[in-house]
């Protein structure tokens, strides 16, 4: 397998707070493409070493793989966003550094992360969101959104885990993720405003770059009926159904979820990269 080398580096200060990324790139004079990786964690938790599996991955295949630390947590909804928007900028304006191609630049994500990268993409100019300054020149706008299991709908799985959680023999996931939500996103009004699935059904104007949904199955936590929606399927054939209704082009895949994390899950984001990068 070809070799790559992996990095640390801060891309972002808030006072004397670091906001690091871990950059994973290809041997080689480049320019490669890039996909800026955004962890997990239910808004919350999670952080850089949870996407080494998937740097390695892409990296020994030709991609830079630029993955975020951003604030989260109590800092809340939508300081996550601006961190986000201000690392696609970075990424571009130090494409040389990074031996990037600042025109072939992708975001993605795994659950809460894969939440955060469409709605950076949807807005990549939402004066909140774009909020950092930064270098000009560079805008936050990308060529593609990898989806990896997204908590599309903020406001969804917030109803869906209280009603599991009263359940005789609720689910692991429902425990405490009421309070994560709570934590993070402080009202329901904002889980309903940073919420991909219900801007589309909103018709709002945004931009919809290419995109994919990754999803195993089964998995009640990502994959699942939201009674309240209107729609016969479950939120991933909800989303993909908006999105294409709103003229957006995305593909929907499915594996088998103890695989989750490993080259099956890994190769159909290589896939999308090449295709579209």
């Known amino acids: 397998m070809p070799q790559f080398t992996k990095e640390d580096v801060c891309y972002l200060k808030h006072g004397e707070r670091q906001i690091m990324a871990r950059v994973f790139k290809p041997e080689g ?46 800092d809340g909804y939508p300081t996550t966003l601006q961190d986000i928007n201000y690392g696609i900028r970075w990424t571009k304006a130090n494409a040389k550094e990074l031996k990037v191609n600042p025109d072939q630049v992708a975001v993605g ?9 469409m709605l950076v993409a949807m807005r990549p100019n939402d004066p909140r969101y774009a909020a950092i300054p930064g270098p000009s020149g560079v ?60 801007i589309l059904e909103r018709g709002e104007k945004v931009v919809m770059p290419p995109a994919i949904w990754i999803q195993g199955r089964p998995d009640e936590v990502h994959d699942y009926h939201d009674p309240d929606g209107g729609f016969a399927g479950n939120e991933p054939e909800r ?39």
């Open 29 to 74: 004079p480049g320019p490669f493409p890039a996909y800026v990786d955004l962890h997990g964690g239910a808004w919350n938790n999670g952080d850089l070493n949870d996407r080494t599996g998937l740097g390695e991955y892409l990296a020994q295949r030709g991609v830079v793989m630029v993955t975020l630390n951003f604030r989260h947590a109590a």
């Open 109 to 117: 994500g795994a659950s809460s992360g894969g939440h955060l990268a």
């Open 139 to 198: 805008d936050a706008s990308v060529k593609g959104v990898i989806m990896l299991w997204p908590v599309i709908n903020p406001i969804s799985r917030y109803r869906n885990a209280i009603r599991r959680s009263a359940e005789p023999n609720p689910p692991a996931f429902a425990n405490g993720m009421k309070e994560k939500h709570d934590t993070y996103w402080k009202t329901e009004a904002n889980m309903i405003e940073g919420n991909p699935m219900l």
């Open 239 to 277: 989303f993909v159904s908006n999105y294409r209704k709103a003229g957006g082009d995305i593909e929907i895949t499915y594996f088998d979820n103890e695989k989750r994390n490993t080259e099956i899950s890994h190769q159909p984001v290589y896939d999308f990269l090449k295709k579209h990068l």
